[in-house]
């Protein structure tokens, strides 16, 4: 098992949040496009819903979970699947 920082934790917890929330998706989805994503705008929607993260965080999660929920799938057929984020933040 996997070791996670309180960031990733709330990374983790973010994500079900978005997975089951069609509101909070159309709000990350208008950060995410074109083959990058905007980092801090999802930190700060992250932070508004009480979850503290950084961008490194995210990447973490990412890079640890070979699994992407449904909602994230459709991002990334939505986008060029190679250049999934942005890491200049």
């Not at 994230?72 to 190679?82: G, R, S, T, W």
Request: charged residues 25%.
């Amino acid at each position: 098992m996997t070791e996670h920082t309180t960031g990733q934790d709330n990374v983790l917890k973010f994500r079900s949040l978005v997975d089951s929330d069609p509101a909070l998706q159309a709000d990350v989805g208008r950060h995410v496009g074109n083959g990058t994503w905007n980092a801090a705008a999802i930190v700060e929607i992250g932070q508004a819903r009480g979850l503290n993260f950084s961008a490194e965080d995210i990447e973490a999660v990412l890079d640890q979970d070979n699994e992407l929920s449904d909602y994230e799938l459709e991002l990334v057929a939505a986008a060029d699947a190679a250049n999934c984020y942005d890491r200049g933040v």
